[in-house]
């Protein structure tokens, strides 16, 4: 391989080998917050509004793209840095689409969140799994109910409807009251936070695929070469 060749060969490496270690990183967080690590869950406290398993997927995918990056770097495998390329332009694909729907249907986008939302809280009574995921609903974004406290009626709220408890609450042997309840409900919630991220998560994800493009076309330039000294040597 030429000089320029060897440039991209460990520029595509190392870069991927960074990007392996933030999902490791990502993985391990998830799982942390997962497992009720106490030291992770108090510095996370109010910043954490995903379900930590949000955190393992995203870590998992960015971890097998960039192994392939950098185990077909490394090794000079064409098959691997063309299925590292291949990845790559599908997840530039997806992003660039999101970030297109983001931009022009927020509005609709925003409304069937919230919808789905009211839809897990009307089931939540029919199915275990629903209900728990409708309380770390309540957990991670702070709020109760469907639209407030008031949606349980005479009944108590649930314990992932207070992120803390007063002086009744605690009288009454750590029971969540309506008067330590969060006041908004999941899906205003919901909307608000989405109304707060969408544009910026758009705008990242078209930067970041900007920057995932400069990489497709390294692990081509790559492929090529590998390619063409395959055949000189066959």
Not at 67 to 72: A, I, V
Not at 75 to 89: D, K
Not at 135 to 157: H, V
């Amino acid at each position: 391989m030429g000089c320029g060749t060897s440039f991209v060969k460990y520029v595509l490496f190392f870069f991927n080998l960074v990007v392996a270690l933030f999902g490791v990183a990502m993985i391990a967080l998830g799982i942390a917050v997962h497992l009720n690590w106490a030291v992770i869950k108090d510095e996370l406290k109010g910043h954490l509004t995903v379900a930590p398993w949000v955190f393992i997927i995203i870590g998992a995918v960015m971890f097998i793209i960039a192994f392939f990056g950098c185990c077909g770097a490394i090794r000079e495998s064409h098959c691997m840095v063309v299925t590292y390329a291949i990845f790559l332009l599908v997840i530039i694909i997806v992003q660039v689409v999101i970030a297109v729907l983001m931009f022009t249907y927020a509005d609709t986008i925003r409304d069937a969140l919230v919808k789905s939302v009211e839809t897990l809280y009307d089931k939540r009574t029919q199915d275990k799994v629903t209900e728990e995921l409708f309380a770390s609903i309540e957990t991670q974004l702070e709020c109760c109910g469907k639209n407030s406290p008031a949606d349980y009626g005479i009944l108590t709220p649930p314990k992932s409807c207070c992120t803390s408890m007063g002086t009744v609450g605690n009288l009454l042997g750590k029971t969540c009251t309506f008067a330590d309840a969060n006041t908004t409900g999941c899906g205003p919630r919901v909307g608000g936070v989405y109304d707060k991220w969408s544009k910026a998560i758009a705008g990242v994800a078209i930067g970041v695929a900007c920057i995932e493009v400069v990489g497709a076309l390294f692990a081509l330039c790559l492929a090529n070469s590998i390619r063409n000294m395959d055949r000189r040597y066959a």
